[in-house]
Each structure stands twice: as structure tokens, then as C-alpha cells.
């Protein structure tokens, strides 16, 4: 087969925008198997390098790609499958993993602004463990200035949907309230978690997107949170989305996808638990 021959079953593809963390769990690495569990090209551009540390308290040490060499990976990336590019399957969706610093923040920003995606999904990572308090700060707020305004779909956990909507969610009406609230300053749909946060025997996440309301819920896998799960959440709403789901059935099937990984979670030395993305083909 010459190169310029054209596979006419060619997958869907997505983007991620993200972090690797070394252990697998969580970033770049579960969002890849993500998207190759759900039938997705996946492709990475990497923002960051996050390792933990065992010797204090497992928290995180993070170092930041170059700037120069994110936007030579976005250059690349773009130019090889962009709308613009010819390829027979454009890339149009994007997910939007863990950024870091504000400077990322920019040069990814100017990337999403230079070529317009169908989808961006935004897993708006807000605080990363370990990071310098003052310097977290004017992440998130860069975040919330720059990204945020140009996500067509973002998935906060609870403490991001509380910190996104100026409210306090102790309950699923909040969640709802909350929701709501950051479709309102976003305008994308948006799947709040209330994941392992909220009380009660169910793990319940709210979906709006302007129109329609929908409280997902399924029986909770224990009562601590899994690493790598709302990575995979949003990479699993991204893959659905590159393959023409609505935001709905994305965030259903994301859902579902996700509650089979935790439910084959695999355990290490690590004091957390990673979610297994060969859980819902097991
Ligand atoms: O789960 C959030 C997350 C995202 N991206 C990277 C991470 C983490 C958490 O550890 O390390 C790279």
C-alpha cells in the first residue's frame, strides 16, 4: 500500500491535550487508552510531566514541556489532520487534559483559537497535588479566562464544579443548581461529577446542556476516588463525540465506560487504585 492510499474504514480521531503521569493511571496515558478501547485514533500532545513522589506522600512532581514544543506538537498535529489538512477523517474533537501553568494555558489557547474543533472537551484540572499554592491559583485562573470560554463540553469534578459555579454542592439539587450555573459562563454542555463526593449509595453525575437535564447514576464502587477516572471520563465523552454521538449519548456512555473501569481497578504500592480501561471490554 502506497501512503497515499486511503483506508476507507478509517477510525474517528481525537486529540488529548494533556499531562503524562508516570504511573499510567491518570493524563495522556488514560486518555490514549481511552480513545483505543472506544475504536478512536488517538493522538497526544504533552503539556507536562507529572511523577509522583513515594518518599513525600506520594505528591506530585511536575515539570512543563517547553513552550516551543508544545506549539511545534500542535503545528504537527494540525497540520497532519486539522480541519484544514485534506485528510480524509479530520481531526475535529479535542480533549483538553491537565495544562499546568499559565503560559501553557496561552499557547494552547492560541492553538484552539488558530483552528476551530468541533468538540473541545475541557476535564478542567484545577489543582494538581503538591503544586505551589499561588502558582495553582493563577492557573485556575487562566484556565477560567482562557479555556473555559472556548470548551464546547467540560466534565468538573465536585470541587471544580464548586469552585466553577461560586457555590457549596452538598447534594445532587446542588449539583443540578451547579451545573446550571457553569453552562451558564461556559456555554458548553457540561457533566458535573458528584463521583464518590456526594452521600448516599450511588455515584451521581449531572448532564446539561441548556436544554436537556439528565442526573446519571450508578451504584458507587467503593467509597474513595480512583485515579485516573475523570481522565477517562472526558476522553471517553471526546472518543464518542469523534464518532458522532451527541453530547448526551457521549456523557452515557462515558458513564458507563467509566463504571466498568473502576469496578477492574488495578491495585499497586501506590496508596490509590487506577481505573482499568479494559474493564467494559472484559
Ligand atoms: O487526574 C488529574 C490528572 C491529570 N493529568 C495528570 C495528572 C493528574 C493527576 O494525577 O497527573 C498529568
Known amino acids: 500500500m502506497t501512503s497515499s492510499a486511503t483506508n476507507t474504514n478509517s477510525p474517528a480521531i481525537a486529540l ?3 499531562g503524562s503521569e508516570a504511573t499510567g493511571g491518570a493524563g495522556a496515558q488514560a486518555d490514549l487508552k481511552t480513545f483505543q478501547e472506544l475504536g478512536v485514533f488517538g493522538i497526544v500532545n504533552l503539556t507536562c510531566i507529572v511523577s509522583f513522589d ?64 468541533k468538540n473541545v472537551v475541557l476535564d478542567p484540572v484545577l489543582i494538581c497535588k503538591g503544586q505551589e499554592p499561588g502558582h495553582a491559583l493563577d492557573t485556575d485562573t487562566a484556565l477560567k479566562e482562557s479555556i473555559l470560554p472556548l470548551a464546547t463540553f467540560v466534565t468538573p469534578n465536585h470541587f471544580e464544579s464548586e469552585s466553577l459555579s461560586g457555590m457549596e454542592i452538598k447534594d445532587v439539587e446542588d449539583l ?19 463521583g464518590v463526593r456526594l452521600g448516599g449509595s ?19 464502587v467503593g467509597e474513595v476516588a480512583v485515579s485516573g477516572a475523570g481522565c477517562s471520563l472526558a476522553a471517553a465523552v471526546a472518543a464518542e463525540l469523534a464518532k458522532g454521538a451527541t ?36
Open 247 to 282: 453530547p448526551l449519548e457521549a456523557a452515557r456512555t462515558a458513564k458507563a465506560f467509566v463504571t466498568e473501569g473502576i469496578k477492574n481497578r488495578v491495585t499497586s504500592g501506590a496508596p490509590f487504585t487506577a481505573l482499568w480501561q479494559g474493564g467494559a471490554a472484559k
Open 202 to 220: 450511588d455515584a451521581v453525575d449531572v448532564f446539561f446542556d441548556g436544554t436537556t437535564l439528565e442526573v446519571l447514576s450508578a451504584p458507587k
Open 16 to 18: 488529548t491535550i494533556a
Open 54 to 117: 513515594p518518599k513525600d506522600n506520594w505528591n506530585h512532581r511536575f515539570v512543563p514541556v517547553d513552550q516551543q514544543v508544545i506549539a511545534d506538537q500542535l503545528e504537527a498535529t494540525t497540520a497532519a489532520y486539522g480541519p484544514a489538512s485534506g485528510a480524509p477523517k479530520v481531526l475535529d474533537t479535542v480533549k483538553i487534559g491537565m495544562l499546568g501553568s499559565p503560559a501553557t494555558i496561552s499557547t494552547v489557547a492560541q492553538a484552539l483559537t488558530d483552528t476551530t474543533f
Open 176 to 194: 443540578k443548581e451547579a451545573a446550571r450555573k457553569i453552562h451558564a459562563i461556559s456555554g458548553a454542555a457540561v457533566l458535573a461529577k458528584g
